[in-house]
């Protein structure tokens, strides 16, 4: 992970926690369950939509656009500003900004993963307590 993505949980120290996760070649950001950002090279795109695109537009913040057969494809993602990075303030409404924009997308929460310990402490609550009613009922 890059010292740049790293530098990312204290930007959005006001906002709340995040998670960094790498995919497609750079890395999404999170918060409470939404993606609300990517970083592609080491720059910051916030989730937008219609509702948070005159914020974005008054500092011609443009989207991050990638090529997919010679055709240029725009993203709900737009480049942050650089004030953000200053301010945490500033880090902290730009990031309820795209928080309410993902909620918005109707895309579900991400799953939280139960690590492997606790999935496997359950199974074995479940086969014990299956195992208890199955030998009661045997021995009536």
Do not use: C
Not at 14 to 30: A, D, Q
Not at 84 to 92: G, S
């Amino acid at each position: 992970m890059s010292v740049f993505v790293q530098s990312l949980h204290e930007v959005f120290e006001r906002l709340g926690r995040i998670e960094t996760k790498r995919m497609f070649g750079g890395h999404g950001v999170w918060h409470e369950g939404r993606m609300i950002a990517l970083v592609a090279n080491d720059t910051l795109y916030l989730k937008s939509d219609a509702e948070s695109a005159p914020h974005f537009d008054r500092l011609d913040l443009p989207p991050f656009t990638y090529t997919r057969q010679g055709k240029s494809m725009p993203m709900s993602y737009r480049l942050a500003p650089v004030d953000l990075f200053e301010d945490r303030q500033e880090a902290a409404l730009w990031g309820r900004l795209a928080y309410e924009a993902a909620l918005r997308s109707g895309q579900p929460p991400k799953p939280k993963k139960v690590p492997a310990k606790k999935a496997t402490a359950k199974k074995t609550a479940v086969k014990k307590t299956k195992t208890t009613k199955t030998t009661k009922a045997a021995s009536r």
